[in-house]
């Protein structure tokens, strides 16, 4: 198994970037495809960016699409998602995921990690 520790969350101004990064345990790392979803009190866990083991391929949701970018470096065992451009909309809590395969649905992934909260607000 593989084991996520998310960091990175804070609070920023409308406008603002943040950078999250998920640091992976364990030697399988670079066989899974991962994940980043977000969730709001009181709404649904959704999907936000996935990206493929290899690195060269890539999934974002249209809210995010141009804004956000996912990317991961194998050789230390870490995922990142870079945020610009943040809006009050995209405040949640943060978590990053592993699957078996390169897809958006929430149920394909097998492990995550704690979460880490990202704040925007004036």
Same mark, same amino acid.
């Given at each position: 198994q593989v084991q996520l520790v998310e ?5 920023v101004q409308p406008g603002g970037s ?20 977000? =969730? ?5 866990? +959704?999907?936000? &960016?996935?990206?493929?083991? !290899?690195?060269?391929?890539? @999934?974002? %949701? ?9 990317s991961r470096d194998n050789a230390k065992?870490?995922?990142?998602? =870079? ?5 009050? +909309?995209?405040? &949640?809590?943060?978590?990053? !995921?592993?699957?078996?395969? @390169?897809? %958006? ?18």
């Open positions: 960091s990175g969350g804070g609070l943040l950078r999250l990064s998920c640091a992976a345990s364990g030697r399988s790392f670079r066989s899974y495809n991962m994940g980043w979803f977000r =969730q709001a009190p009181g709404k649904e866990r +959704e999907f936000v &960016a996935a990206i493929g083991w !290899a690195g060269f391929t890539t @999934l974002y %949701a249209d809210s995010v699409k141009g804004r956000f970018t996912i065992n870490t995922v990142y998602l =870079q945020m610009n451009s943040l809006k009050p +909309e995209d405040t &949640a809590v943060y978590y990053c !995921a592993a699957a078996q395969a @390169l897809t %958006a649905r929430l149920e394909t992934y097998d492990h995550w990690g704690q979460g880490t909260q990202v704040t925007v607000s004036s």
